[in-house]
């Protein structure tokens, strides 16, 4: 058959119909327990940041840092797209995903050279993520100074 | 047994934000870069809307690891700039409170890319 038999929409709502329960209950499981299992190693960063005396500014910075560094390094040497297809959410949602959503296309397409191939692709799942975060940022720091000048 | 219990805590919270993204991936045609913006936009919004916050206070690192935890420190530090700075502290607070990941995933991300060579996917 040379057609494609179903279009993509068919094609989901078949897989979603045909997908034994217990399947879609494992998804959950593993996307659970990498996800939490991430959270609870920035948990020991937290408090091994408390131990340094590093300050409540600062504490945040060194989880956060050090997660991304896990990300991108796992990434690099492939074991976070092994990860990845293991969790599924459990790996994409934890910072460590966003980092590896950066590396990853990074990676992917060095042979594009150093600026159109590794320094453009870094965004590509990125980029959308800050453009639309930082603005909604700005949106409620605008808000919130125009309701703390008018109504406060 | 207190720590114990903020790493339960933890746990069950971060995984289950991580399972709202699989319910998300299973359940939807959403692509995986719009389910990341849904994550961080819904933190900025659930922040402004103050539901953040307490979970945040509840939870630790389960509520601040996912990328909602991401909107959550853009919007506060939007907040908290323009407390201290007026008006232009909606313009550098957001940025200003995650510079340090932003800067990490940039900086790791290109060291990454200039040392490993690609994978076969798995």
């Known amino acids: 058959m040379s057609r494609q038999p179903y279009t993509p929409d068919e094609y989901r709502e078949l897989v979603s119909r045909l997908t034994p329960p217990s399947r879609m209950l494992r998804g959950y499981w593993r996307a659970f327990w990498v996800g939490g299992t991430i959270c609870c190693l920035g948990q020991a960063l937290t408090l091994w940041a408390e131990q340094l005396n590093l300050g409540e500014i600062t504490a945040p910075m060194f989880t956060t840092s050090a997660l991304v560094f896990l990300g991108t390094t796992l990434t690099g040497i492939g074991v976070y797209d092994v990860i990845g297809k293991y969790a599924g959410a459990g790996s994409a949602i934890p910072v460590t995903g966003f980092a590896n959503s950066m590396a990853a296309p990074a990676i992917e397409f060095q042979r ?28 409620v720091g605008v808000v919130y100074w125009l309701v703390k000048g008018w109504v406060l | 047994m207190e720590i114990l219990w903020m790493f339960v805590k933890a746990f069950v919270v971060g ?7 699989q319910l998300l991936i299973l359940r939807t045609k959403l692509t995986n870069a719009r389910i990341l913006v849904i994550f961080v936009v819904s933190g900025v919004v659930l922040t402004a809307a103050g539901v953040y916050k ?31 700075y007026g008006f232009w502290g909606a313009f550098t607070g957001g940025i200003t409170r995650t510079a340090a990941g932003i800067t990490a995933a940039v900086v790791f991300g290109l060291l990454n890319a200039l040392i490993f060579r690609p994978h076969a996917k798995p």
């Open chain 1, 112 to 139: 594009e050279g150093p600026i159109t191939g590794v320094g453009a692709r870094l965004f590509t799942l990125a980029g959308p993520v800050l453009a639309y975060g930082i603005s909604a940022s700005v949106a």
């Open chain 2, 15 to 21: 995984g289950l934000i991580c399972d709202i993204g």
């Open chain 2, 54 to 84: 307490p979970l945040v206070d509840f939870a630790g690192a389960g509520a601040t690891v996912p990328l909602t935890g991401f909107g959550y420190s853009l919007a506060m530090g939007a907040i908290e700039a323009v407390n201290k």
